[in-house]
């Protein structure tokens, strides 16, 4: 059973997706990925293995927040497929990223 830590982690970082989503110019993506919602709670779970996954997944909201900021949608785009593969990996879904 997870430990309320990692539950509250978890649902912090879907809360950062769900907003995301939420803002999304695409109205018909948040609709697409309500699907994915439960295997997303669940993955984040599977990916808060340690300290360095939280903090390397912080960084990573942080990265994608400040390009949103700046409105530079390309690099919002670029480091939120670097996070979501960061974490393909985290869980061994995918090889170790190219980059």
């Given amino acids: ?7 509250v982690l978890s649902a912090a970082d879907v ?8 803002y999304s110019p695409n ?5 697409l990925m309500s699907g994915f919602r439960k295997y997303m709670t669940l993955s ?3 990916s808060f293995a340690g300290p360095e996954a939280v903090v ?11 390009a949103i900021e ?6 919002a785009q670029r480091e939120m497929l670097k ?3 960061v974490t393909g990996e985290q869980m061994g879904l995918n090889g170790p990223s190219q980059s």
């Fill in 1 to 7: 059973m997870p430990s309320m830590s990692t539950r």
């Fill in 15 to 22: 809360r950062f997706h769900d907003l995301l989503l939420q």
């Fill in 27 to 31: 109205p018909l993506f948040p609709r």
């Fill in 44 to 46: 984040r779970r599977m």
């Fill in 56 to 66: 390397e997944t912080v960084r990573a909201h942080e990265a994608v927040i400040a």
């Fill in 70 to 75: 700046r409105g530079d949608r390309e690099l």
């Fill in 83 to 85: 996070h979501l593969t």
